[in-house]
C-alpha cells in the first residue's frame, strides 16, 4: 500500500519567513501529487499538483512545490509567510492505476506576527 | 449549489444506532469520495464512485459501512450499529473527471460523535 508521511504536525514560522512543509512518500512509480490546504471553518481546497509534467508545479496564494523522483519527495514551499497562511496542510497521492488517494497526517501551519 | 455540500453538519448518535451521511457534489461531476478524518489523523479514503456505480469500495473498513449514489448526484453513507471507534469527519470529495488527476472539490464533513 501507497503511504504519505508529512514531517511535522506542527510548524511555526514568523510572517515574512520561510515556509517549508515536508511530504515524502513510498512508491516505485512516480505517483501523481497534491497539496491541500484546509483554512480554519472551511472545507479542504487544492493548492497545486503534479501530474508528470514540469516538476516545479506553482500553485494558488504563491505556494510551489517540486518533485523529486530522487526522494520521494513533494516538499511545499512559499517565499514569505502571510498570516493568512495559517490553515492546516495536507499532501496526498494517486496513482495512475486504481482511485485511491492517500493523504498524510496533516501539517498545522502557525504564522507569527 | 456552488459547492459540495454535506449533512448534517453535527451528528451525534447513542453506540448501536444507524446514521445515515449525506452528499450533495457539484452539479455534472462524475466522480465522489468518501474520506473518513479521525482525530489527528490524516483522510483515509472509504469509496469512489463513477457515476451511479462504486468500482473500488476497498476502503469500507467493515460491513456495517455502506454507501450508494443515485441519479449520479447525491450520495449517502450509512453505518449500522455505530460503534465508538466510528467517531469522526466525514468528508465528501467530487471531481469532473476519473479522480486521478482532477481536483477534488471537498464538502465541509460530517462530524460524527458516538456515544
Known amino acids: 500500500a501507497q503511504s504519505v508521511t508529512q514531517l511535522g504536525s506542527h510548524v511555526s514560522v514568523s510572517e515574512g519567513a520561510l515556509v517549508l512543509l515536508r511530504c515524502n512518500y513510498s512508491?516505485?512509480?512516480?505517483?501523481?501529487l497534491f497539496w491541500y490546504v484546509q483554512y480554519p471553518n472551511q472545507g479542504l481546497q487544492l493548492l497545486l499538483k503534479?501530474?508528470?509534467?514540469?516538476?516545479l508545479v506553482k500553485g494558488i496564494n504563491g505556494f510551489e512545490a517540486e518533485f523529486k523522483k530522487s526522494e520521494t519527495s513533494f516538499h511545499l514551499t512559499k517565499p514569505s509567510a502571510h498570516m493568512s497562511d495559517a490553515a492546516e496542510y495536507f499532501c496526498?497521492?494517486?496513482?495512475?492505476?486504481?482511485?485511491?488517494?492517500?493523504f498524510g497526517t496533516g501539517t498545522s501551519l502557525t504564522v507569527i506576527p | 449549489g456552488a459547492g459540495v455540500s454535506q449533512s448534517p453538519s453535527n451528528k451525534v448518535t447513542e453506540k448501536g444506532k444507524d446514521v445515515e451521511l449525506r452528499c450533495d457534489p457539484i452539479?455534472?461531476?462524475?466522480?465522489l469520495y468518501w474520506y473518513r478524518q479521525r482525530l489527528g489523523q490524516g483522510l483515509e479514503f472509504l469509496i469512489y464512485?463513477?457515476?451511479?456505480?462504486?468500482?473500488?469500495k476497498s476502503g469500507l473498513p467493515s460491513d456495517r459501512f455502506s454507501a450508494e449514489r443515485t441519479g449520479e448526484s447525491v450520495s449517502t453513507l450509512t453505518i449500522q450499529r455505530t460503534q465508538q471507534e466510528d467517531s469522526a469527519v466525514y468528508l465528501c470529495?467530487?471531481?469532473f473527471g476519473n479522480g486521478r488527476t482532477d481536483t477534488q472539490y471537498f464538502g465541509p464533513g460530517t462530524r460524527l460523535t458516538v456515544l
Open positions: 496526498a497521492v494517486s496513482m495512475n492505476t486504481g482511485n485511491q488517494f492517500y
Open positions: 512508491s516505485s512509480v512516480p505517483p501523481y
Open positions: 503534479y501530474t508528470s509534467a514540469a516538476t
Open positions: 470529495a467530487s471531481s
Open positions: 464512485f463513477q457515476g451511479n456505480s462504486a468500482p473500488d
Open positions: 452539479s455534472g461531476h462524475t466522480a
